[in-house]
Nanobody
Framework: QVQLVESGGGLVQAGGSLRLSCAASGSIYGLWLPGWYRQAPGKQRELVANINRSGATNYADSVKGRFTISSVNAKRTVYLQMNSLKPEDTAVYYC?????WGQGTQVTVSS
């Protein structure tokens, strides 16, 4: 059973920055393809960014140039650096790896 634990959410003003962290515990059976998703009230959960073992990344168009995903494979930890935050980035952010999900961390951006 894989457990993913997120941290780093909070309240920030528009234009500010936050850094989310997610650490995995338990057996991942060599499958480490982490990603970040978010879900705003009344909206579907959407992919924000993901990264593979080689470091190749993929971003939603809405966050390109502002967010950066990174991973320390040996520590099974993934980060999401969020800069130039906008009110529309307000959501619960979830860490994901394969079929495992974290509990979510709230990010609120005030205008």
């Amino acid at each position: 059973q894989v457990q993913l634990v997120e941290s780093g959410g909070g309240l920030v003003q528009a234009g500010g920055s936050l850094r989310l962290s997610c650490a995995a515990s338990g057996s991942i059976y060599g499958l480490w393809l982490p990603g970040w998703y978010r879900q705003a009230p009344g909206k579907q959960r959407e992919l924000v960014a993901n990264i593979n073992r080689s470091g190749a990344t993929n971003y939603a168009d809405s966050v390109k140039g502002r967010f950066t995903i990174s991973s320390v494979n040996a520590k099974r930890t993934v980060y999401l650096q969020m800069n130039s935050l906008k009110p529309e980035d307000t959501a619960v952010y979830y860490c994901n790896n394969a079929n495992s999900w974290g509990q979510g961390t709230q990010v609120t951006v005030s205008s």
